[in-house]
């Protein structure tokens, strides 16, 4: 059964149609002591219909500790976004409401494999001589 209406579905499909490149949606879920996790589950199906470049693998947070680890997921419902390479974006909460725009657009980006930062951005980020861990929290109202 689809999450999105009709309508909705036609949205969707029309926002994923500039991907150029397929994307991997790794989904990291758990059976107890995740609420959401049906709902996400539900939701990816949903933009794997709406675009075939849209692929989803499910993981048990559980029993597929090396994969937990590989792609460093701390919670569950856990996202890997994957495009050409896995460039480290993340997903973690049910990609509902305001969420999911985030998300389309992370799987855009993905899929172009460009980071949509304009240059003086790219410049800047060029001289960070470490790693750094950008974090983005949304919330209602």
Same mark, same amino acid.
């Given at each position: 059964?689809?999450?999105?209406?009709?309508?909705?579905?036609?949205?969707?499909?029309?926002? $994923?149609?500039?991907?150029?490149?397929? +994307?991997? #949606?790794?989904?990291?879920?758990?059976?107890?002591?995740?609420?959401?996790?049906?709902?996400?589950?539900?939701? #990816?199906?949903?933009?794997?219909?709406?675009?075939? $470049?849209?692929?989803?693998?499910?993981?048990?947070? +559980?029993?597929?500790?090396?994969?937990?680890? *590989?792609?460093?997921?701390?919670?569950?419902?856990? #996202?890997?976004?994957?495009?050409?390479?896995?460039?480290?974006?993340?997903?973690?909460?049910?990609?509902?409401?305001?969420? #999911?725009?985030? $998300? *389309?657009?992370?799987?855009?980006?993905?899929?172009?494999?460009? =980071?949509?930062?304009?240059?003086? =951005?790219?410049?800047? +980020?060029?001289? $960070?001589?470490?790693?750094?861990?950008?974090?983005?929290?949304?919330?209602?109202?």
């Amino acid at each position: 059964m689809s999450y999105f209406s009709d309508d909705e579905m036609k949205a969707l499909t029309e926002r $994923l149609a500039c991907m150029t490149n397929p +994307v991997r #949606l790794v989904l990291f879920v758990q059976a107890f002591g995740c609420e959401t996790c049906a709902t996400t589950t539900r939701i #990816l199906e949903d933009l794997t219909r709406a675009n075939p $470049l849209v692929t989803l693998e499910e993981k048990n947070m +559980v029993l597929d500790k090396a994969d937990v680890e *590989l792609y460093g997921i701390i919670a569950a419902p856990g #996202l890997a976004i994957i495009g050409d390479r896995d460039r480290g974006l993340r997903f973690y909460g049910a990609p509902d409401g305001y969420e #999911l725009v985030s $998300l *389309l657009q992370g799987i855009v980006l993905a899929s172009s494999g460009d =980071s949509g930062l304009s240059e003086e =951005s790219r410049s800047l +980020v060029a001289t $960070l001589t470490e790693a750094r861990n950008l974090q983005i929290f949304s919330t209602p109202t």
